[in-house]
T-cell receptor, first 115, second 114 residues
Framework: GAGVSQSPRYKVAKRGQDVALRCDPISGHVSLFWYQQALGQGPEFLTYFQNEAQLDKSGLPSDRFFAERPEGSVSTLKIQRTQQEDSAVYLC?????????????FGNGTRLTVT | AQSVAQPEDQVNVAEGNPLTVKCTYSVSGNPYLFWYVQYPNRGLQFLLKYITGDNLVKGSYGFEAEFNKSQTSFHLKKPSALVSDSALYFCAVRTNTGGFKTIFGAGTRLFVKA
């Protein structure tokens, strides 16, 4: 597609529910990143994929967070047993290459509200 | 550890005046520096980057940024601000020793008044 697509745009979950957030990167982009953006803050790194390989998951805040990209294109971020502190905007970004000088192309994000 | 500081939460300028949004960084290794802009309810959009070479880099929408190694700064500038430049601006850094992650500053909100 023309850009990075994320769905749903908004998600309201009750505390304890599981959620799945989808990211469709730009076609052909090798690298895919997930970020968490709290209100009034900059994006915080969660995890990174190069094709289907998850090369860095050091930013995932707990074992309730899980990400996958099984075929090297679409990615899903899953949060189990959601807590109120999980409320944030979850941003997905992709880049053509894995090099450090490749800019990130972001989706519009999924705003998760846990009640 | 890598970090980025944006010392101003908000910058106010009048339309037509020059603007500067400040950024300093702390890394081990060579820095790769980026500026991104975020409009309401949207993801971040890439503005410009410094990789190597000329310290003054030019980007989208008339923005430019100056890399200063001795001051570890990468300030964003524009000679003449537009009302439509009002948005949230993020400075970011990556290094070739820091893995694949891009580290972002907390952001600076720019208000341009007509």
């Amino acid at each position: 597609g023309a850009g990075v697509s994320q769905s749903p745009r908004y998600k309201v979950a009750k505390r304890g529910q599981d959620v799945a957030l989808r990211c469709d990167p730009i076609s052909g982009h090798v690298s895919l990143f997930w970020y968490q953006q709290a209100l009034g803050q900059g994006p915080e790194f969660l995890t990174y994929f190069q094709n289907e390989a998850q090369l860095d998951k050091s930013g995932l805040p707990s074992d309730r967070f899980f990400a996958e990209r099984p075929e090297g294109s679409v990615s899903t971020l899953k949060i189990q047993r959601t807590q109120q502190e999980d409320s944030a905007v979850y941003l997905c970004a992709s880049s053509l290459e894995g090099g450090v000088n490749s800019p990130l192309h972001f989706g519009n994000g999924t705003r998760l509200t846990v009640t | 550890a890598q970090s980025v500081a944006q010392p101003e939460d908000q910058v106010n300028v009048a339309e037509g005046n020059p603007l500067t949004v400040k950024c300093t960084y702390s890394v081990s290794g060579n820095p790769y520096l980026f500026w991104y802009v975020q409009y309401p309810n949207r993801g971040l959009q890439f503005l410009l980057k410094y990789i190597t070479g000329d310290n003054l880099v030019k980007g989208s929408y008339g923005f430019e940024a100056e890399f200063n190694k001795s001051q570890t700064s990468f300030h964003l500038k524009k000679p003449s601000a537009l009302v439509s430049d009002s948005a949230l601006y993020f400075c970011a850094v990556r290094t070739n020793t820091g893995g694949f992650k891009t580290i972002f500053g907390a952001g600076t909100r720019l208000f341009v008044k007509a």
